[in-house]
């Protein structure tokens, strides 16, 4: 029924802004060099538009690195892989103050972290130390070392990289950090066709990877802050700002919406989670080629603002009721369908 009074505001669609169209060239680019996987894809560029981190959930081989790499060829941006291990140390990604002998001073060494798109990979492999570094720094945009603050660039983007098998030796990221990230996504095995497509790419070899198929810069990082700016003036409708808002105070009681719902939930989705969702919606919108977001960039968005954010009770593991299973539960209660 929402999606119906909000199907009933169609403004006339405006001209996409050059900066709209290079937005959807760089999702084509995107989608040359990686087959399938559209919804990583669609997220990638969800999380650029917005500014927001992007966590990527998915077994080894799924094309993560690779994608995140096309995403920095493509946006002519500045790239850096992290590879987080258990022996990693805070200063070891954010740089330090070195002493240099010859000024009689110290000196900040800018560390990885110091590039517009940051591939953290395994984040999981790391401590608890390092992973509060790396949260802070993406909440802050900003590193503190020594009392001094360092302002990182202003494109700072990180995606994280999660293996859902490897449990052992591995740090879990506290659910109370979780919430910096942007987006949850999860990524998985590609279809038979896609299979074979992946193999036969492969397979035409260098031609293929040296030729054409290639994303090379399709927009620069001004294009994308000031998309950015036009993605927060895309519209939304009173009637989908309350249903997120709903929706996501649905997350923390969710018995009062549907009494077999109670008890699943130990703790709720948190205020940052109606903004995420919110801009998100906008982004997605905005890549899609239109300048008001819809019911449908919502359905399509809260399982991935929403799982990493809600901290399920041990009944509800008892019951096979996930967070995935709870928030597509929730969406009809709130009437989005
Ligand atoms: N959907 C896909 N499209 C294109 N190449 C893929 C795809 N899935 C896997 N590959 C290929 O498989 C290999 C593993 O990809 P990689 O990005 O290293 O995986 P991950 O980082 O998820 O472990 C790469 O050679 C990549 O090109
Ligand atoms: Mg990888």
């Given at each position: 029924m929402l999606a119906d009074s909000i199907a009933a505001f169609q403004p006339a669609p405006a001209p996409a802004s050059p900066r709209q169209v290079r937005i959807v060239a760089l999702r084509a680019a995107l989608a040359r060099r990686i087959v399938g996987q559209e919804r990583l894809l669609d997220r990638m560029v969800v999380a650029l538009l917005t500014g927001g981190h992007l966590l990527v959930e998915g077994l080894p081989g799924l094309a993560k690195t690779t994608a995140v790499k096309a995403l920095a060829q493509a946006v002519q941006a500045s790239f850096q892989r992290v590879q987080f291990t258990p022996d990693l140390l805070p200063g070891d990604i954010t740089g330090g103050d070195v002493f240099m002998p010859a000024q009689g001073c110290s000196r900040f060494v800018a560390g990885p972290l110091f590039h517009d798109i940051v591939l953290a990979d395994e984040i999981n492999r790391a401590p608890a130390k390092v992973q509060s570094a790396l949260l802070e720094a993406m909440q802050e945009r900003q590193v503190t070392v020594g009392g001094a603050t360092h302002g990182l660039p202003p494109l700072f983007l990180v995606v994280a990289t999660q293996n859902p098998l490897e449990q052992s030796g591995t740090y879990p990221l506290p659910e109370a950090q979780l919430d910096r990230f942007l987006l949850h996504a999860v990524v998985d095995y590609p279809s038979a066709e896609q299979e074979r497509t992946i193999l036969d790419l492969d397979l035409a070899g260098d031609a293929w990877r040296r030729g054409a198929e290639q994303p090379r810069a399709v927009v620069d990082s001004d294009t994308v802050l000031q998309a950015r700016a036009e993605v927060r003036d895309v519209h939304l409708a009173d009637s989908l700002r309350q249903a997120i808002v709903d929706l996501v105070r649905a997350t923390r009681e969710p018995q009062l919406r549907d009494a077999s719902l109670a008890g699943l939930v130990a703790a709720g989705a948190s205020?940052?989670?109606?903004?995420?969702?919110?801009?998100?919606?906008?982004?997605?919108?905005?890549?899609?080629?239109?300048?008001?977001?819809?019911?449908?960039?919502?359905?399509e968005l809260a399982p991935d603002v929403l799982r990493h954010r809600i901290v399920s009770t041990l009944e509800s593991e008892l019951r096979g009721v996930d967070a995935d299973a709870l928030v597509r539960q929730l969406l009809r209660r709130c009437g989005f369908d």
């Open positions: 205020p940052r989670a109606v903004l995420a969702l919110a801009h998100a919606a906008q982004a997605l919108a905005y890549l899609r080629g239109r300048d008001y977001a819809t019911a449908d960039d919502v359905v």
